[in-house]
């Protein structure tokens, strides 16, 4: 997945490169940047010394010292004023020019803070949005995997409602695994009766409860069940539409014919690495994570049929049983396709996000 929202510490983060929200001296302060100085050592504010400040916007680089990053890469956000003083184009610079130095530095991984979203007072939800226009836009031509590393949670807000109305469908619809108890033997029922001949008999997907629970005569169901249960109901739909022969691949590249979506274009609204399509094309019978099969359900603009025929030729299916495909399936419904805007969603609900 080439962009990822992450709860952590920058200055634990992994990666080839670290961004620094800093100020124009480059010599150190509280925050982001006190917290990188702290973690570097005082080798890193003897290199900064000798860089003579950086002006807003612009992004200048140094070793990393003792932290796990080979570089720091320091930017200055700009003070929020309002918003009608440059501030937008002065953080997308800070965005892009830091993308750009890590990109000639060979940088494969880089971590972002939320730029200017703390002490510089920019609001958090248009920082947010800043940053994945920005990061998005770069990423359409290149390769590198980034990071938006949040030090709490509550540090990301998202603008629109996007986040309430995924929120509330899911207080609508999700329902316990329990209660789909009925749901699911409701579909079982069908399946057995109105599956064509030589679906496998659904009740060898159920697990027995142990002996002394037969007396209740319960079925215990694991959600895994429900999803094998809801896939092949895609399937059943797949023998009906004649196209039960069609692989999750070449439903892919199907409906990127039909719909005349190029490569670059499909992975970068997956938010999936580029070498993930030619892995699927080259290989008919590639088998996605579900994550990443819900990314492509949205990335194709699938309607919610087709989401979950794609899903069934995966093994999977669309589950009011996991918040997840709950949230995908509002979005589908509503034709909000935007994989890195319900990302943001998923992060803020604590749940994996879509792709690769
Ligand atoms: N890891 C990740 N994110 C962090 C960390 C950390 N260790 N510490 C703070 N943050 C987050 C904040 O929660 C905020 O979302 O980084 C974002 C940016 O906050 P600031 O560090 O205050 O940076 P900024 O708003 O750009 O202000 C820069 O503050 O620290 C001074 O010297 C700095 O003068 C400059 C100003």
């Known amino acids: 997945m080439p962009f990822e929202i992450v709860k952590n510490d920058i200055t634990r983060m992994r990666v080839d490169a670290i961004v620094n929200a800093a100020n124009n001296s480059l010599l150190g302060g509280g925050g982001v940047d006190g917290a990188i100085h702290r973690a570097a050592g005082p080798q890193l504010l003897e290199e900064c010394r000798a860089l003579g400040g950086c002006a807003t916007g612009e992004a200048k680089l140094t070793r990393g010292y003792n932290l796990p990053s080979q570089f720091v890469i320091h930017t200055v956000g700009p003070i929020w004023r309002g918003g009608s003083e440059g501030e937008p184009a002065q953080l997308a610079a800070c965005y892009r ?25 920019y609001p958090k939800a248009q920082a947010l949005q800043v940053a994945m226009d920005e990061v998005t836009r770069f990423l359409s031509d290149n ?7 949040a030090y709490t949670r509550d540090a990301i807000e998202l603008t629109g409602d996007l986040m309430n109305e995924v929120a509330a469908y899911i207080d609508d619809v999700y329902v316990q695994e329990r209660h789909d108890f009925d749901r699911t033997a409701r579909r079982s029922q069908y399946l057995r ?39 092949m109901q895609g399937e059943v739909q797949d023998v009906a539409q004649g196209r039960r022969g069609e692989t999750f691949a070449a439903m892919v590249s199907r409906v990127m014919e039909e719909k005349g979506i190029a490569d670059g274009e499909c992975v970068r609204r997956a938010n999936v690495d580029r070498r993930l399509l030619g892995k699927i094309r080259n290989n008919q019978d ?10 492509f359900a949205l990335a194709l603009e699938l309607s919610l049929d087709e989401a979950r025929e794609l899903l069934a030729k995966a093994d999977y299916g669309l589950s009011h049983g996991s918040r997840t495909d709950v949230a995908v399936e509002y979005c589908i419904t509503t034709g909000r396709y935007d994989v890195t805007a319900l990302n943001t969603v998923l992060f803020k609900l604590n749940l994996q996000p879509l792709g690769y």
């Not at 390769?143 to 590393?149: A, I, R, T």
């Not at 659904?202 to 005569?217: C, K, M, Q, T």
């Not at 590639?286 to 990314?295: E, V």
């Open 97 to 121: 020019n830091s993308l750009t130095l890590a990109k000639e530095q060979g940088c494969d991984s880089i971590a972002f803070p939320l730029i200017s979203a703390g002490a510089y007072g």
């Open 143 to 149: 390769d590198m995997m980034v990071y938006l590393v």
């Open 193 to 231: 009766d109105g599956a064509p001949r030589g679906t496998p008999d659904p009740g060898s997907l159920f697990r027995r409860p142990h002996r002394e629970d037969n007396a209740r005569n319960e079925t215990v169901f694991s959600e895994a069940n429900v999803e094998r249960l809801t896939a």
């Open 286 to 295: 590639y088998k996605p994570s579900k994550q990443t099969a819900l990314a």
